[in-house]
């Protein structure tokens, strides 16, 4: 039938036989029959191999069936044979002869209560009320037979010494059992405290041979023995003693104990028991207190580590009279020295033990080596709480110990904070622009969530006390000392810890409190470290040792001097003659003492002469400063890897003196900086400004800047108070600041956009990906000389201008150009009412008509210099003291600076907004106007906060007055002061506190350095802010605050007002264009050279703001004066008899500021170009007079 089928198909398709030549098709046959079903190979293997798996599977079920049913049969049988063996037992207890024997407790009494009681308390996990009672006997029994002591087996054949050691570790499980789920706080479980007390005696009981009454001379080894093999048991973790005891303390002793707990007999009969358990392997023989290294007491050490010291609060829920247990050297030395040894060990189960049910109560915000690091420091020391200046390391203790194994718990919680840690909260330092309407209200259940953990992270810092109280450091670097003195050999036979620790060195020292510093400020990044700082800010001569170390190690190498590998590694001592000069020297060591009590006195307020504030230092900067050549000696050789190239123990020495030297320059005013040059000399400033100078460009300009990001935060913030002081008063040169950058500086161009891609990763959150020139131009904008910064922000303004027009707006004059009409002696009114609400739309283009003051259009059309006049004008008009929106500083330079009272004024706040748009719109078109800001105003423009010594530049008299408080000698109630300042406003006096309860708070000599700082802040800061605020929302409508903070306060003014009052005439004869007939040689143009060289500053200022609408020259030359300064000629025919008589041209010259061209006739004489020049500039009119 198949053949069939082919042959017709072949006949209805005779050509598809012909085209091919295959042969027919071979036939198949199915060997199952014809009614088979077909079926490929790969399914066929499928089926089979499923088939295999549930053969397979049936197999596992049924053997699984089998082993829950064997699992099953033995619970069964094993609950039925121990509750038949408890109740023989507690028959037969009731039966017992007094005149019962050692072996017959053993085999009658214990055997059998181990069995039913370990299967009970393995079968359900907690203690049963019939379990009890049987403990309760049992122990009891024990105890109250010492005639028949179950010990005495311990002392007996080999056979019963095994014995009592097996059912000994039983029952020391059992009770550590009993121990763990005790619970005072229930009165339900009263019975339950009993039974806990008499385990704890059992134990005690078993562990001291001392105590058993068949303890003698002859059996005292083999009860040594037998004791000693228990308390192995007990050190190791098999015993669970010391888990049941971290568990008891934490249920029963926490400090946030309810107040109607009482400390009773049973439970500190508990506490003590389990103490004394604890603390047993420590002394189960007489140790040498220094040999700590035996392993008689590593397993202790390590379980002691593990599950004591990471009890939260361990010093206070300890009971006080039981505390020196803890403390005592025999058992602190050697867990310290465990822990450097088996520091993996013990970190991998401390991190197991947060990961456990029975883990402190905030796992994820303070893991357990967190405690582990605060408790060794408070064990460690004895203080008093309400004195900083009296406490002491605790006897015996070796420092040298205690300083690295501290190091190495604080390394395990950084790591930890640092990859799964707490979050930080993010510190805003902006001054300005805080959007404080983004706020929402959360869930109380959340706020009140968030008040407990940053309260518990208050209360854990402080728990930290001892380290940032001055003793604790000085005791440190005087043990430094001493070991330093101290030759290798004799340390080492003195102390065998040597081998693990070595010496005590300055770099431990300053490893030890860096790492307190980057944990105090991951818990609390507002003030964590803030009494660190102050401590170690304050140290008589610290911050000299700390510098001294680095510039041993940067700057010695860098100038090839000869130097000695024990002193940079050490800094204890040695000679400084090859690092600082010999008179400079001998100054530091002869009046360090001084200079660090006049630091002092600015905290306690006592004796210091009413200095004056010099202007000048005693110690000029010298020619070689000045050099160009000398920027390479300000470009730090080792550091210009950034903080790769050094290693970890000199990057925390940089760490804690950044972020100590930081603070302390917050405190220190001008007058100890320049003149009394205190901690350091003006050199040695130049020289820490150069190291941080180039370690922070070289961190960035790498992309190394998140490599040791504790480091360069530090860093940072140091070198900007450096450069913020030296902007204020100049005590580097400037080549200092650039000599990084001078070599490897980007295109500018490039650098711009580089700074634009890390301003929008910022934004964005992701400032990993941000390019490492950007990183450098946003963190040190300063290694870029200013002119450079200049054309960078031009730079800005050119991208944005195109991104603008991209986007469709209008950028140039035509329709969709704003219109304004004002009229000139109503600017600012009309000027306001057209243009505040535009906002960022300010950036357009602006049409500028303008009403004469006799009400009548003047001519002219506008392409850019009347809009440039307008702003020029308003502006003028806006700052001009007499408006009454701005004031003068009461400085000589007469700076601006927002009026107080401008807050009351009807529409005031919106004025100065106003004025923030038209400054950033004159930023942004390049225009220069004729004021300068105060540098205080100026700094909150910039985000930045201001310190006491900027009030000299706001209000010198009162910057005299807080001086003279400051250091006033006697009792400084005789002043009659108190916290509060008084303004008058509008008429009015407003007395302002500047405290809560401040008019009833007097200004004593132990508070006066609060109020000084109170009444700057005050005038600084607070007062101004609002205004600076509103300012600053005006001005960024159109200039991006990352703009900004490529200049400092004084470069903003120069960027804003272009420099002096005067301007280069080569420079503007060489960028000038000729047109209408006027050339170089032209006779005319040869007379305006000559008279405008002639005039004075004033005059020439006024020539520029005549013909191009700006009194001052560009920033950056005539070159970038767009359009180019043109002279077009006007020709002036003049009869011949005219001119022989000495008559000259009668025309004025006239201006078009739209095209900065100076319309000059053709004059004859130079006295008629000068007469008819400078009527022309002083007419205040432009297009009237052509």
């Not at 704890?200 to 001379?217: C, E, Y």
């Not at 005891?245 to 500190?268: A, E, Q």
């Not at 000392?481 to 300053?510: Q, V």
């Not at 860098?558 to 020297?585: A, F, P, T, Y």
């Amino acid at each position: 039938m198949t053949h069939e089928r082919e042959r017709e198909r072949e006949r209805e398709q005779p050509w598809k036989s012909n085209s091919m030549a295959t042969p027919p098709r071979k036939q198949q046959v199915s060997l199952r029959g014809a009614s088979a079903k077909e079926i490929t190979r790969d399914a066929l293997l499928e089926k089979v191999c499923h088939e295999r798996e549930l053969r397979n599977y049936t197999r596992r079920a049924a053997a699984a069936a089998l082993f829950i049913q064997k699992v099953w049969r033995r619970y069964h049988t094993t609950k039925k044979v121990a509750r038949q063996l408890q109740e023989e037992w507690e028959m037969s207890m009731t039966q017992y002869d007094d005149l019962m024997t050692s072996g017959w407790v053993s085999s009658n009494v214990l055997r059998p209560f181990l069995f039913f009681v370990t299967c009970s308390s393995t079968l359900h996990q907690k203690l049963q009320i019939t379990t009890i009672k049987c403990m309760l006997t049992c122990f009891k029994t024990i105890l109250q037979n010492p005639e028949k002591n179950f010990c005495s087996l311990a002392m007996g054949t080999l056979e019963e010494r095994s014995t009592w050691l097996y059912q000994a570790r039983k029952l020391v499980s059992i009770c550590s059992f009993i121990l763990a789920e005790c619970d005072h706080t229930s009165l339900a479980n009263q019975e339950n405290v009993l039974l806990t007390a008499l385990a704890m005696q059992l134990i005690v009981a078993l562990t001291d041979p001392r105590g058993w009454k068949s303890f003698n001379n002859v059996n005292h080894i083999n009860a040594g023995i037998a004791v000693k093999n228990l308390i192995e048991f007990i050190a190791t973790g098999k015993s669970g003693l010391y888990s049941s005891v971290r568990r008891y303390i934490m249920n029963s002793n926490g400090p946030l104990r309810r107040k109607s707990d009482v400390l009773t007999d049973d439970h500190f009969l508990i506490t003590a028991s389990a103490i004394t358990l604890a603390l047993r392997p420590f002394h189960v023989a007489d140790l040498n207190i220094n040999d700590v290294g035996l392993s008689d007491v590593k397993d202790a050490a390590e379980q002691y580590c593990t599950f004591l010291l990471t009890v939260p609060w361990l010093s206070q829920c300890v009971p006080a009279v039981l505390l020196p247990a803890f403390k005592h050297a025999s058992v602190l030395s050697p867990c310290l020295l465990t822990l450097l040894i088996s520091k993996e060990r013990i970190f991998v189960e401390m991190s197991k033990l947060d990961q456990s049910k029975f883990c402190s109560s905030c796992p994820n915000l303070i893991p357990s080596s967190g405690w582990a690091l605060a408790n060794i420091i408070n064990l460690a020391t004895e203080y008093d709480n309400g004195s900083g200046d009296s406490g002491r390391f605790v006897q015996g203790l070796d420092c040298r110990v205690y300083v690295h194994s501290v190091i190495t718990i604080s390394e395990n919680l950084l790591c930890w904070l640092e990859n799964c840690g707490c979050p930080r909260n993010e510190e805003n330092d902006e001054y300005i622009g805080n959007d404080e309407s983004s706020i929402e209200t959360a869930d109380p259940d959340i706020l009140e969530k968030t008040a407990s953990l940053g309260s518990l992270k208050v209360s854990y810092i402080e728990a930290f006390k001892p380290v940032y109280q001055q003793w604790h450091l000085m005791k440190l670097l005087a043990m430094a000392k001493k070991d330093f003195s101290m030759p290798e050999a004799d340390t080492s036979a003195a102390n065998p810890s040597f081998e693990y620790c070595g010496k005590l060195e300055l770099i431990d020292i300053a490893f030890f409190y860096s790492c307190m510093l980057r944990i105090f400020s991951s818990f609390n990044p507002m003030g964590g470290s803030m009494p660190t700082l102050n401590m170690l800010s304050f140290t008589p001569g610290f911050l000299v040792e700390l510098w001294r170390v680095l510039e041993g190690s940067f700057l010695c190498q860098e100038d090839h001097v000869g130097n000695d590998d024990k002193l940079c590694k050490n800094g204890i001592s040695g000679s400084h003659n090859d690092i600082v000069m010999e008179k400079k020297q001998g100054r530091v060591a002869k009046d360090a003492g001084n200079k660090w009590t006049s630091v002092l006195q600015k905290i306690t307020g006592k004796s210091c002469n009413d200095v004056d504030y010099v202007q000048s230092t005693n110690s000029p900067l010298g020619p070689s400063l000045d050099d160009g050549d000398a920027c390479d000696s300000w470009d730090v050789e080792p550091l210009r890897r950034g903080s790769q190239g050094i290693s970890k123990e000199i990057s925390c020495l940089l760490h804690l003196f950044c972020a100590t030297y930081a603070h302390l320059l917050l405190v220190l005013d001008d007058i100890e900086f320049y003149e009394k040059q205190v901690p350091f000399m003006l050199e040695q400033q130049r020289r820490i400004a150069s190291v941080l100078n180039t370690l922070v460009y070289n961190g960035f300009s790498h992309n190394n800047g998140h490599h040791n990001k504790p480091l360069m935060d530090a860093a940072v913030r140091c070198l900007h108070l450096l450069y913020e002081r030296d902007c204020r008063h100049r005590f580097s040169p400037p080549s200092l600041w650039i000599a990084p950058a001078r070599k490897g500086r980007p295109p500018i161009a490039a650098a711009a956009r580089a700074h634009e891609a890390v301003t929008a990763n910022l934004r964005s959150a992701d400032a990993l990906t941000s390019p490492s020139m950007g990183s450098v131009i946003t963190t040190t904008p300063h290694v870029f000389p200013f002119e450079e910064r200049v054309q960078m922000f031009r730079e800005f303004i050119k991208l944005d201008k195109v991104s603008r027009r991209m986007a469709g707006e209008v950028a140039g004059p035509g329709p969709g150009s704003i219109e304004i009409v004002v009229r000139r002696d109503h600017i600012v009114e009309d000027g306001f009412k057209q243009l505040n609400f535009l906002g960022s739309r300010l950036k357009s283009w602006i049409n500028v008509s303008f009403v004469s003051e006799c009400g009548l259009p003047e001519a002219g059309l506008d392409y850019g210099g009347l809009s440039k006049e307008f702003l020029t004008d308003i502006s003028r008009t806006a700052f001009d003291p007499g408006y009454g929106l701005f004031s003068q500083t009461s400085t000589s330079e007469r700076c601006l600076i927002p009026n107080t009272a401008a807050r009351l004024v009807e529409n005031g706040m919106q004025m100065i907004e106003f004025l923030g748009r038209v400054v950033g719109k004159a930023l942004y078109e390049g225009i220069l106007l004729d004021y300068s800001f105060s540098l205080v105003f100026v700094q909150k423009l910039l985000g930045r906060y201001s310190f006491l010594d900027e009030l000299s530049t706001l209000d010198p008299e009162l910057y005299r007055n807080l001086m003279y408080v400051k250091h006033y000698e006697g009792d400084v109630r005789e002043l009659s002061l108190d916290f509060t300042v008084t303004e008058e406003l509008l008429g009015q006096r407003v007395v302002t506190e500047l405290k809560s309860g401040g008019k009833n708070m007097a200004v004593t000599n132990e508070n006066k350095l609060q109020y000084v700082h109170a009444i700057a802040d005050y005038k600084l800061n607070r007062q101004i802010l609002p205004l600076a605020n509103a300012f600053y929302r005006g001005l960024i409508d159109l200039i991006s605050p990352s703009w900004l903070s490529l200049f400092n306060a004084s470069e903003f003014n120069q960027l804003l007002s272009g420099g002096k009052h005067d301007f280069d005439v080569d420079d503007l004869r060489s960028n000038t264009r000729y047109t209408g007939g006027y050339s170089e040689g032209s006779r005319t143009i040869k007379l305006f050279w000559e008279v405008i060289t002639g005039f004075e500053p004033k005059e020439r200022c006024m020539l520029l703001k005549f013909v191009t609408s700006c009194s001052r020259a560009p920033l950056l030359g005539f070159k970038h004066l767009q359009p180019t300064f043109t002279i077009h000629k006007v020709a002036c025919d003049v009869p011949l008899w005219a001119m022989i008589g000495g008559q000259d041209v009668d025309r004025l010259p006239s201006a078009s500021t739209c095209y900065n061209t100076l319309k000059l006739p053709t004059y004859k004489r130079p006295s008629t170009l000068r007469n008819k020049l400078l009527y022309a500039i002083s007419s205040n009119a432009g297009f009237e007079l052509s």
